[in-house]
């Protein structure tokens, strides 16, 4: 259970630097996700 309190105590105060981190693994991911999908859909049309 350290993890569990230790993941616990780092959202009840963020710091800078993990917020930033957080922040930009989601902007990836979100990108990430868009040109998979843009990608599917053009292969798709290409190969249709």
């Known amino acids: 259970m350290g993890h569990q309190w230790k993941t616990n105590r780092l959202w009840s ?4 630097g993990s917020m ?5 693994f989601w902007v990836l991911f979100v990108l990430f996700v868009l040109f ?4 599917s859909e053009l292969e798709f049309a290409i190969f249709s």
């Not at 930033?20 to 930009?24: A, D």
């Not at 998979?36 to 990608?39: I, L, M």
């Open 36 to 39: 998979c999908f843009v990608f």
């Open 20 to 24: 930033v981190l957080v922040f930009g």
């Open 13 to 16: 105060c963020p710091s800078l």
